[in-house]
């Protein structure tokens, strides 16, 4: 898939050129920005929300240089402006533990416009209510998992089930989230985000 291509896919909206930039870019992407954030859990989310921001204004993003180019450069800027107001709010709030945001499915990055950030505030919304609507088992799981960021083996302990029967419900929980939001977003956007 050559960038003419791709630039005609993004501006359409075409999930299999969104696909085939995720599944190219994303762990690169995710390595380059660990350069500067130092934190794989942080790498991610930046990376998440940059192809977030492309989905969303894809209608009006012009890109001039390649599109790998513009990935890579989206993430310096981005991971930046996450240093700076990481380094800002520290400053303001004295915070003392080094989880940022820990509460949020998404962090909002300085440069978004007041229109992304409603829907990404409506994104959130959304999944929250997904998560409501889970199998009280399956809730737990996923919780714990994505919320509290245990293990599979410490899930299991805490809920005095099997590793399996933790894999299970997560499995549920996932294919339940994907399905309960795949009229919100893309399949590649709801893989990002509840992966």
């Not at 993004?10 to 380059?32: A, H, M, S, T, W």
């Not at 962090?107 to 998560?131: F, G, H, R, T, W």
């Amino acid at each position: 898939m050559d960038d003419s291509q791709i630039n005609i896919g993004i501006k359409r909206g075409d999930e299999k050129v969104f696909e085939f930039l995720f599944q190219n870019y994303y762990v690169p992407l995710c390595l380059y920005s660990m350069r500067y954030l130092e934190r794989r859990d942080l790498a991610e989310e930046v990376v998440s929300e940059t192809f977030l921001r492309l989905w969303i204004k894809r209608e009006v993003i012009d890109i001039k240089s390649n599109v790998k180019s513009y990935l890579f450069q989206s993430v310096y800027n981005n991971s930046l402006n996450f240093l700076r107001k990481f380094k800002k709010e520290q400053s303001l709030d004295s915070i003392k533990n080094d989880k940022v945001s820990e509460n949020n499915s998404l962090m909002i990055i300085d440069d978004y416009s007041e229109q992304d950030s409603l829907v990404l505030k409506e994104l959130n919304e959304k999944i929250l209510i997904a998560i409501q609507k889970l199998p009280q088992q399956a809730k737990k799981v996923y919780i714990l998992k994505r919320q509290q960021e245990m293990k599979n083996s410490e899930i299991a302990q805490e809920l005095g089930l099997s590793v399996k029967t933790v894999e299970m419900h997560m499995t549920k929980a996932l294919s339940f989230l994907r399905e309960e939001l795949k009229d919100y977003l893309p399949a590649i956007l709801l893989y990002i985000f509840l992966k």
